[in-house]
Each structure stands twice: as C-alpha cells, then as structure tokens.
C-alpha cells in the first residue's frame, strides 16, 4: 500500500524551528521527487520547496528562501524540511507529495502551481501554528 505520512508539525513560537518528515512506504522513493506545499486558512495550497530524484536539486519558494531545508535520505524513505526563524505567514497544513516526473523537469517547475495535479501520491498533512 503506497503512503506518503507526515509528522513533525506543532505550534511554536515566531522565530522558532521545526522539522518535518515525510515518510514515504509502497514505492521505491529513490524514483521520486518530493515536494512539500502548504495551505493556509482561506488560500490556495502553494509550493514551499522541491527536491529532484535525479540529482538532489532542489527548490524553495521566495517566503521560505534562506529559512527552510530540504533534504532526503533514500535509505530511510524520509525526505525532511528543516524550518527556521518561523513567522506567523508560515502557519498552515503542510504537505508532502511524491512524482516521478521526467528527467528535464526542475524542482522549481515541481513546485508551481501546475504541477500539483501530477504528483500521484499526498500525505494527510501535518499542521504547523506559529504565533507568539
């Protein structure tokens, strides 16, 4: 049974960190690029950032740049997000996603808006609250 699970979220503190894990089972995820969107009270889910299966490129979206890391470790079937100095815009339900898109796709093309009809597997979500 293919599932993507997420886990990691909580509330915390403006200026705090968290990590998220995307735990992926039923697929082989070497194959896939993973993403990782959000979706905030009232707006549409966005890109937070995208990591290739190809070469490990990644992508992050301007609000995140600088704050948030991407990385995945194959062996474990875990692609994590590493999220510093959180702001209050940050809160939402995060999601992972997992696709095996073709080798001339970029991770930043991964993460626009688009593309969220292609990636064929979704976790549940995990929800991350930052306020003071």
């Known amino acids: 049974q293919v599932q993507l699970v997420e886990s990691g979220g909580g509330e915390v503190q403006p200026g705090k960190s968290l990590t998220l894990i995307c735990k992926s089972s039923?697929?082989?995820?070497?194959?896939?690029?993973i993403g990782w969107f959000r979706q905030a009270p009232g707006k549409e889910r966005e890109g937070v950032s995208c990591?290739?299966?190809?070469?490990?490129?990644?992508y992050y979206s301007d609000s995140v740049r600088g704050r948030f890391t991407i990385s995945r470790d194959n062996t474990k079937s875990m692609v994590y997000l590493r999220m510093n100095d959180l702001k209050p815009e940050d809160t939402g339900n995060y999601y992972c996603?997992?696709?095996?898109?073709?080798?001339?796709?970029?991770?930043?093309?991964?993460?626009?808006?688009?593309?969220?009809?292609?990636?064929?597997?979704w976790g549940q979500g995990t929800q991350v609250t930052v306020s003071p």
């Open positions: 990591i290739s299966s190809r070469d490990g490129s990644t």
């Open positions: 039923g697929f082989t995820q070497d194959y896939y690029a």
């Open positions: 996603a997992a696709d095996r898109f073709g080798p001339l796709i970029t991770a930043q093309s991964m993460c626009a808006p688009g593309a969220q009809a292609e990636y064929d597997y």
